[in-house]
């Protein structure tokens, strides 16, 4: 099933009347670099604790210099309740390098730059581009890929990311990427539920943008 621009603004409105801030809940102060580390971070682990972890982690190293220059160990053992800490530190430090050796210090807006950053996707690259650039990017996470699939925006069952962007980038507004992606994790953490979603009291289905059926995915 495909949808069109028509039926993606209705979603969106919706979205944006039940989440008028369609904010991302890393806490960031505004700085790109600690978005990176949090994206990185936030892999299987909920953005409360990677917002706590973070303060100790920045804390510690307050700068993308001071980060790239870090221990990977001592990293490791302020992010360990993050899980997967291995991996996640050496991408942090990795990425911190790279930015401060290849990118002047300054994380870079291009697809194909994000990308060459260790520990860094597309899911990651276009939170990223979206939130620090104001470019179009589509966040494809696991409430983003399941919840486009139960509205019909990809097919049924739908779990490769990838799809999932290029499905919704074809018709939600550019301007808008970014927020209804941030909206759709709070609607699925709320409502549409990866278990149980709670069809009955959705609004989508009120408004006739769902027909509520349980979907396995
Ligand atoms: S009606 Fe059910 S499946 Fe459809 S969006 Fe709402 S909670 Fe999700």
New binding site residues.
């Given amino acids: 099933m495909s949808r069109d621009k028509k039926y993606a603004a209705e979603v969106g409105d919706e979205l944006k009347s039940l989440y008028p801030d369609g904010e991302c809940m890393l806490k960031y102060e505004g700085e790109p670099w600690r978005l990176l580390c949090m994206a990185i971070l936030s892999a299987q682990c909920t953005d409360a604790r990677v917002n706590l972890v973070s303060e100790g982690l920045f804390s510690a190293y307050p700068d993308v210099y001071a980060m790239a220059d870090a221990d990977e160990g001592d990293i490791e053992e302020l992010i360990r309740s993050c899980g997967l800490w291995r991996a996640k530190a050496a991408s942090i430090k990795g990425s911190c390098r790279r930015i401060a050796d290849v990118y002047g210090g300054e994380v870079p807006s291009g697809m194909d730059e994000l990308l060459s950053l260790p520990g860094v996707g597309r899911k990651i690259a276009n939170l990223i581009r979206g939130d620090v650039f104001g470019l179009p990017g589509v966040v494809a996470d696991t409430h983003c890929i399941r919840?486009a699939s139960?509205?019909g925006f990809t097919e049924k069952g739908e779990k490769d990311p990838l799809r999932t962007e290029k499905a919704l980038d074809a018709v939600v507004e550019p301007s808008e990427q970014s927020a209804f992606c941030h909206r759709l994790v709070m609607?699925g953490r709320d409502?549409?539920t990866a278990r149980s979603?709670?069809?009955g009291e959705?609004a989508?289905?009120e408004k006739g943008?769902?027909?509520?059926?349980?979907?396995k995915n």
């Fill in positions: 919840i139960r509205l609607f409502v549409c979603p709670k069809c959705c989508m289905k943008l769902c027909e509520g059926e349980i979907i």
